[in-house]
């Protein structure tokens, strides 16, 4: 596989987060060799996996001059056979683009992913509140 995976799951938190989110160090702190609250969030949520799969993550890459950007790795040997499927790898990190940028954008109280609606019928991919006004909030999913 050549794609790179920029997104991991925080145990600690119970959220995505992005490489970027966090200096490298952070992230060698809560993955492999670390306290492995830094999981894989595709091997954690079923992807080319048993959902609920632990993998510690590795960060990777993103030396001054290197030749590859930041991101975060398997151990050897414990990612799933082939590696993960690139349009999952595509999506989790368009995901997390837009939530990165949303949470820059005047107006945004709050921004996540993976949010289930009240009725746990649906799920968006990222779910974005606004305020216009004082006292009218929207909900953008």
């Not at 954008?105 to 799920?123: I, K």
């Amino acid at each position: 596989m050549n794609d790179l995976s920029v997104v991991g799951l925080d145990l600690r938190a119970g959220s995505s987060v992005h490489v970027e989110d966090e200096p490298k160090y952070v992230w060698k702190a809560k993955g492999y060799g670390g306290d492995e609250t830094l999981v894989c969030w595709h091997c954690y949520h079923g992807m080319d996996t048993p959902a609920g799969t632990r993998v510690p993550l590795l960060c990777r890459g993103g030396k001054k001059y290197g030749k590859v950007r930041t991101h975060f790795a398997h151990p050897s040997g414990q990612a799933p056979p082939g590696g993960h499927s690139p349009e999952t790898l595509w999506h989790a990190n368009a995901k997390q683009t837009i939530l990165r940028w949303a949470k820059n954008q005047p107006g945004v109280t709050e921004a996540r992913t993976e949010y289930w609606t009240a009725d746990g019928r649906r799920r968006s991919d990222v779910e974005i509140l606004l305020v216009l006004q004082p006292g009218i909030v929207i909900t953008a999913r």
